[in-house]
């Protein structure tokens, strides 16, 4: 499975931002399919992320209550809508799929595909 993320961006802070990730060669059936991202010299951090069969989502603190995650099963793609942008969620955002258990799904070691991100600039 190859995994396009798009929809980054400059924008201002409190703007909104829509990130795509669509997938080829196969479909997100049975996966969970997560948002990490990623600033200079830190880790990968975990965003949010959606099992692709039950719709359950899960997100980090940090982003709750603005981001949301969705999917279109005849787009085989998965949004990440972000609202209320704030400077601190610059990064690169990579989409990654994979079967992580519960306890694990906020792990990259957890998703064994990945996306080749998009990057997101929020100014002040």
């Known amino acids: 499975v190859q995994l396009q993320a798009c929809g980054g961006g400059l924008v201002q802070a409190g703007d909104s931002l829509r990130l795509s990730c669509a997938a080829s060669?196969?479909?997100?059936?049975?996966?969970?399919v997560a948002w990490f991202r990623q600033t200079p010299g830190k880790e990968r951090e975990f965003v949010a992320a959606i099992r692709w069969s039950g719709g359950n989502t899960y997100y980090a603190d940090s982003v709750k209550a603005r981001f949301t995650i969705s999917r279109d099963f005849r787009k085989n793609t998965v949004y990440l809508q972000m609202n209320g942008l704030k400077p601190e969620d610059t990064a690169v955002y990579y989409c990654a799929a994979g079967r992580p258990i519960v306890s694990s799904f906020t792990s990259s070691n957890a998703y064994y595909y990945w996306g080749q991100g998009t990057e997101v600039t929020v100014s002040s």
């Open positions: 060669g196969g479909t997100f059936s049975s996966y969970t």
